[in-house]
């Protein structure tokens, strides 16, 4: 119901996502609430889809709206408010202090507005992939949007160019864990590469993502127990999928058909 004097009541949706790093996804709209001086103990990267926000951080007052991706350290307080009379829709990513480094807080404050069409859709796109059965791809996707604050921020460790051994390692592991996956980051250390280095590099050897790899090779084993007469839901849970429709989504979407043409008659 609305609220009395005409605003649409408070829309909230907050989870905590299985992607290492990430306490916290809140989608809301708001109407008249304004948020009090506050803080996080997390790395806050907010996108404000509809209207605009007005916010005071380190005594300064700030904008959030349109493509804007705005980033707040831990530990700053800051406020928000709707700038106009239509509220405003936003969606955040909370993130744990270690994903981005410390000395890169006072960069924050002092330019927590960054403009960067790239780094909003990488944001974005997070936010739609968490809400699908494809959580480990917003990792990758994660892990390239930090690079790419990282740099806006002016840290020192610019990101270097992909290279062979980093997109063939990384290939090899994948191939070592097709059917239960293998984290972004425990690839990372295995490879001691930076996870952002890892996904640039695929890219650029295979032309898919990491986990557009993986997807592709579960479909191929699927296919494989499938045609040697296993139950379509054995085979999809035994590739690497959740269920029988995430199976059939993907089957579909690589090979074109549903995988019951590939069963026995």
Do not use: C
């Not at 306490?23 to 609430?33: C, K, N, P, Q």
């Not at 202090?97 to 006072?106: E, F, K, T, W």
């Not at 960067?116 to 892990?143: I, M, N, P």
Request: aromatic share 6%; no cysteine.
């Amino acid at each position: 119901m609305p609220a009395a004097s005409g605003f649409p009541g408070p829309q909230i949706d907050a989870w905590r996502p299985p992607l290492d790093g990430v306490v916290e996804v809140l989608h809301a709209r708001f109407g008249e609430h304004g948020y009090p001086m506050h803080a996080h103990d997390a790395w806050t990267v907010l996108l404000v889809d509809d209207g605009a926000v007005r916010y005071d951080l380190d005594r300064h007052e700030r904008g959030a709206y349109g493509d804007l991706v705005t980033l707040l350290p831990p530990k700053v307080p800051h406020n928000g408010t709707a700038a106009g009379p239509r509220g405003f829709r936003k969606r955040v990513l909370y993130l744990e202090p270690h994903l981005l480094p410390q000395r890169l807080i006072g960069a924050s404050v002092d330019t927590p507005a960054i403009t960067d069409r790239t780094l909003h859709r990488l944001v974005s796109s997070v936010h739609r992939v968490l809400r699908t059965q494809e959580e480990a791809a917003a990792e990758a996707l994660l892990a390239v949007a930090l690079e790419r604050l990282r740099t806006h921020l002016g840290d020192p460790a610019a990101p270097s160019a992909p290279t062979r051994d980093a997109a063939h390692g990384l290939r090899d592991l994948l191939e070592e864990h097709i059917v239960e996956g293998l984290p972004l980051s425990a690839a990372s250390a295995q490879l001691h590469f930076d996870p952002a280095h890892l996904v640039r590099s695929f890219r650029r050897e295979f032309g898919m993502s990491p986990h557009q790899y993986l997807i592709s090779r579960r479909v191929d084993l699927a296919r494989r127990m499938i045609v040697a007469g296993h139950p379509l839901r054995a085979a999809a849970t035994d590739a690497g999928f959740y269920d029988q429709p995430h199976l059939t989504r993907h089957f579909k979407r690589i090979l074109g058909v549903p995988p019951s043409h590939f069963t026995h008659p």
